[in-house]
Nanobody, 122 residues
Framework: QVQLVESGGGSVQAGGSLRLSCAAS?????MAWFRQAPGKEREDVAV???????LYADSVKGRFTISKDNAENTLYLQMNSLLPEDTAVYYC???????????????????WGQGTQVTVSS
């Protein structure tokens, strides 16, 4: 059983930065950030495996960085050069059954945080 608790959302102007955190209890395996904007499906933002290898959605490449502090069992998402279209509820997700070859869709992750709102104004 994995429990995930997110923090760090908020409101920022376009071009600004935010850092999201996700504290995990238990072994989390593959971890990821997803986001869901109003009226849209939940989409992947970034994925990280147990070795630290990462994958990013094209829309955030070069602007967002996913990282993990293994000692603290905490996942991070550093978001720079934020755009209004980044506005969404951001979710942390974990798949403790996979460590290296991570999935990238919602169905691949069985454990989810409560979500944190990120609002970017123009």
């Amino acid at each position: 059983q994995v429990q995930l608790v997110e923090s760090g959302g908020g409101s920022v102007q376009a071009g600004g930065s935010l850092r999201l955190s996700c504290a995990a209890s238990g072994y989390a395996g593959c971890m990821a950030w997803f986001r869901q904007a109003p009226g849209k499906e939940r989409e992947d933002v970034a994925v990280i495996n147990s070795g630290g290898s990462t994958l990013y959605a094209d829309s955030v490449k070069g602007r967002f960085t996913i990282s993990k502090d293994n000692a603290e069992n905490t996942l991070y998402l550093q978001m720079n050069s934020l755009l209004p279209e980044d506005t969404a509820v951001y979710y942390c997700a974990a798949d403790p059954f996979r460590s290296w070859s991570c999935g990238t869709v919602v169905a691949d992750f069985g454990y989810w945080g409560q979500g944190t709102q990120v609002t970017v104004s123009s």
